[in-house]
Every structure is written in structure tokens, then in C-alpha cells.
């Protein structure tokens, strides 16, 4: 198992930024991959990112896509989210995941961190 506290979320003016982070601990030397997710009130949880812990490889939904970038520090086992030009519709709960060598799927979630976008 691997715990995950996201932090950085807040409350922002529609074309801002806001950087979010999460620190893994527990078996944090057996993730594969690290992601970003999200979900608003009364909808499915949604993909953002993520990234490969050894080659680095990200892969990004088409909504954040040039807006959203992800990235790693493997030694310190964090993973980051860069949010610029921020949209209301981003407003929702983002929570950080992380998938282990020994797992198909992402297994391992944060609590969330809320970010509320401003018009």
C-alpha cells in the first residue's frame, strides 16, 4: 500500500494557476505511475494525468491538454499538477492516485484537494 496526501488546491480567478502536489509514502519504491484525477459533484471521476515513474512518460486528457502540466520528483516521491489558464468548469476534487509494478490499475488515492475557479 502507498499513502498520498495531495495539497495546493484553493481558490483561484478564471485564468489563473494553481500548482497541486502529492507526497507518497508506505511502498512508494514499488509505483509504477503516479496520476492526477478529478470529479465534480454528482459526475464520474474523470482522468488528467499522469506520468511514469522511471521514463517519465505523460499522457494528459484532451480537456487540459497545453493547460495542465505533470511532473515528478522521484526522490522525494511527489508528483505535481501545474495548472494555468483555469477554467470554471475546472472547478471540482482532485485527488492524486499511484499504481504499483504489482497492480493493474490505480489502486492507491489521495483524499482529494478542492480547487474552486472564480469568474
Known amino acids: 500500500q502507498v499513502q498520498l496526501g495531495e495539497s495546493g488546491g484553493g481558490l483561484v480567478q478564471a485564468g489563473g494557476s494553481l500548482r497541486l502536489s502529492c507526497g507518497a509514502s508506505?511502498?512508494?519504491?514499488?509505483?509504477?505511475?503516479m496520476g492526477w484525477f478529478r470529479r465534480a459533484p454528482g459526475k464520474e471521476r474523470e482522468f488528467v494525468a499522469s506520468?511514469?515513474?522511471?521514463?517519465?512518460?505523460?499522457s494528459y486528457a484532451d480537456s487540459v491538454k497545453d493547460r495542465f502540466t505533470i511532473s515528478k520528483d522521484n526522490a522525494n516521491h511527489r508528483v505535481y499538477l501545474q495548472m494555468n489558464s483555469l477554467k470554471l468548469d475546472d472547478t471540482v476534487i482532485y485527488y492524486c492516485?499511484?499504481?504499483?509494478?504489482?497492480?493493474?490499475?490505480?489502486?492507491?488515492w489521495g483524499q482529494g484537494t478542492q480547487v474552486t475557479v472564480s469568474s
Open positions: 506520468i511514469t515513474w522511471s521514463a517519465g512518460s505523460t
Open positions: 492516485a499511484a499504481r504499483l509494478s504489482s497492480e493493474m490499475k490505480y489502486q492507491n
Open positions: 508506505g511502498r512508494a519504491f514499488s509505483i509504477d505511475r
